[in-house]
């Protein structure tokens, strides 16, 4: 079945994070950072797109580029949250995750506001039902944080079912809503929230009769990296 490839490449996706959470500390580049993920990737048949990550990994900074205040392909550095979201292909069959890290102890203010993202993607999961028209559906998920939901399968990001984060987003499931879209079991979808210095969060889910499944299992709380006693630039200046 099409959505068992697809939880493959998640797989893949979620075994390079990881990789990268094991090896992250501070002033690491984001050239490195790819190394590390395609080195993983590539040891599931899997490979990450050159186009696709201009933008990934990034640092959050109240100067970053809005609406994720991204400092793209920044170093990583104390003090200030970073994240990775990648789309991969593994086998003809995508993926797309999102996930973020924290060098040192997280403030507790912080870990409160990630929390309540997580609290929403349950919360707009919980609302996915197959065969509701999607404007219906857009109107059950109460006011909140924003958020975007999207296909995923054989392209790496197929229409937008809905989403009131951006004006081209809000427009395409509008879109979905004209055109008559309505969620299927078996599809693959992506719930994905990003809110500035919050952070944010991607993950992917299987729609099945009665709601949705979560196919991705890497932890969805921010990634805390105890204090490194060196920096990567003094990693790599000690080998």
């Known amino acids: 079945m099409e959505w068992q490839c697809i939880a493959r490449a998640a797989q893949a996706l979620e075994d390079a994070y990881s ?3 094991a090896a992250a500390r501070p002033g690491m580049t984001a050239d490195q950072i790819d190394e590390i993920l395609a080195r993983s990737l590539r040891a599931h048949g899997g490979e990450l797109p050159a186009d696709k990550t201009r933008s990934t990994p990034y640092v959050v900074d ?11 392909r920044a170093p990583l550095v104390e003090g200030k949250l970073w994240g990775m979201d990648n789309s991969i292909v593994v086998d003809g069959h995508w993926a797309d995750l999102g996930r973020y890290g924290w060098f040192g102890p997280l403030p507790a203010g912080m870990a409160r ?3 309540q993202l997580v ?11 197959p065969g509701v028209p999607m404007g219906e559906l857009f109107r059950a998920v109460p006011d909140g944080l924003p958020f975007e939901v999207h296909r995923i399968g054989r392209e790496p990001q197929l229409l937008p079912f809905m989403g009131n984060l951006l004006a081209g987003v809000t427009e395409n499931m509008r879109q979905s809503d004209r055109q008559g879209l309505v969620f299927e079991p078996g599809q693959v979808i992506c719930i994905e929230l990003w809110v500035g210095l919050q952070g944010g969060i991607e993950d992917m889910y299987r729609v099945d009769e009665d709601g949705v499944s979560r196919i991705s299992r890497l932890p969805r709380e ?8 060196v920096s990567w630039h003094g990693h790599l200046a000690r080998e």
């Not at 109240?62 to 793209?72: C, D, F, I, S, Y």
């Not at 921010?222 to 006693?229: D, K, L």
């Open 62 to 72: 109240p100067q970053g580029a809005p609406p994720k205040l991204r400092v793209n």
């Open 222 to 229: 921010i990634r805390v990296i105890q204090q490194p006693v």
């Open 119 to 129: 609290d929403r993607q349950d919360q707009i999961a919980a609302a996915i039902r």
């Open 113 to 115: 506001a990630y929390q």
């Open 19 to 21: 990789s990268v959470f």
